[in-house]
């Protein structure tokens, strides 16, 4: 009898262990919430877009002092290549891969001249890059990733409500072109 | 008969303990991979490429975009500090320091993550450049119904809400690695009954 519940047990709590597994690794595939997810499959390709004026777009826990803006990319033809002004608030970037795991990030500060420079590409394109040496190493942020697509996130801080304008021209301003330079 | 009890048992305890577990393990604040300052938790790698399975599962279930290590960290709190759960029909003192970072910002958030908005329309929200701080650089908010002076955060309604304590270009999330950051305490001031 005692080795009845035992063996009871035992294929409870293995059959539990595997199910536990396959709901963690399952989560971020169908969840419906997943904001990586929204926004791989609202935005255009190459184009930064204001967060707040999507349809299909909700990111939970948003700071309420920012203004965002993405870009969604491909890597498969060419790299990337993120432009933009200056902003004298604080500002941030994060590149994602499709899953919503960040591959880079930077602030204003870590920004070369305060000012958005950025290239991506991919491990191929990076190795041309270094052969080509072209201008654009000096004065840009370059981010090395095998992730085949992704998107990148601006984050402008809005410090008064009258400062809201000038954080979206900076986002509004942001460049997000394929890079023709290889 | 009774082999397929045996199974439909096992596999009824299997489904609930897998379900019951795998929740808790995403939803609990002080769950796997975070640091824990009180009642603040952050998850300090969720941002990073070699996230964990839980993390990740988490921040996708709540439909979060994680700050990257570059831009700050965030801290969430679900329980005052004696841990009972925040309470919208309650008031509360958020006092003390924050640890260094450029600029921070405190939100009071539903529980599915929608910013808590007051019944005049007032954001429940402050950053490091609106809040008064006393000389020494501390400062109290106070989470009340009642209007009160100094650093006032409206809250209404009922039920459960959280706090979010972000914090932008720290250097606490740097190499050195988060080691016990000083965060403000969140005091229970009483409920309305």
Known sequence: MIRRILYFCLCGITLAGIIHIVIILLIPSLGKRDAAKQIMEALPELQFVDLSTVDGIEIAAADPFFELSACRFKLDEAGVQ??????????????YDKGGKVIYSMNDRTAIGNELQMLIVNPVQM???????????????????????GFILLRAFVRETTQAEESRAFLSAANCLPYSGI | MRILAFFLSVIAIGLALGGVS??????????????????????????????DPYTSAR?????????????????????????????????????????????????????DG???????????????????RYADSSFVIKLDDRPSSGNWLPLA????????????????????GVIDPVMPRILPKGCIS
């Open chain 2, 22 to 51: 795998a929740h808790l393990s995403i939803r609990q604040s002080h769950g796997l991979g975070a640091i824990n300052v009180g009642p603040w938790s952050a998850w300090p790698f969720v941002g990073g490429a070699e996230v």
């Open chain 2, 157 to 176: 309604g009922e039920g459960r809400f959280k706090l979010i304590l972000r914090l932008y270009d720290t250097p606490i999330t740097s190499n050195s």
């Open chain 2, 59 to 111: 921040s996708a279930a709540d439909g979060t975009l994680p700050l990257g290590a570059a831009e700050g960290l965030s801290f969430e709190a679900t329980t005052d500090q004696q841990g009972n759960p925040l309470q919208r029909n309650c008031r509360y003192e958020i006092s003390g320091k924050t640890p260094i970072s450029r600029i921070w910002t405190v939100t009071a958030y539903s529980t």
């Open chain 1, 82 to 95: 993120i432009s933009g002004g200056k902003l004298p608030a604080f500002w941030s970037a994060a590149v």
């Open chain 2, 114 to 132: 929608k910013a808590l908005v007051s019944q005049s329309g007032a954001l429940t929200a402050f950053h490091s450049g609106n809040v008064v």
């Open chain 1, 127 to 149: 190795a041309a890059l270094r052969q080509i040496q072209p201008e654009e190493l000096e004065t840009s942020i370059v981010v090395e990733t095998s992730a085949p697509e």
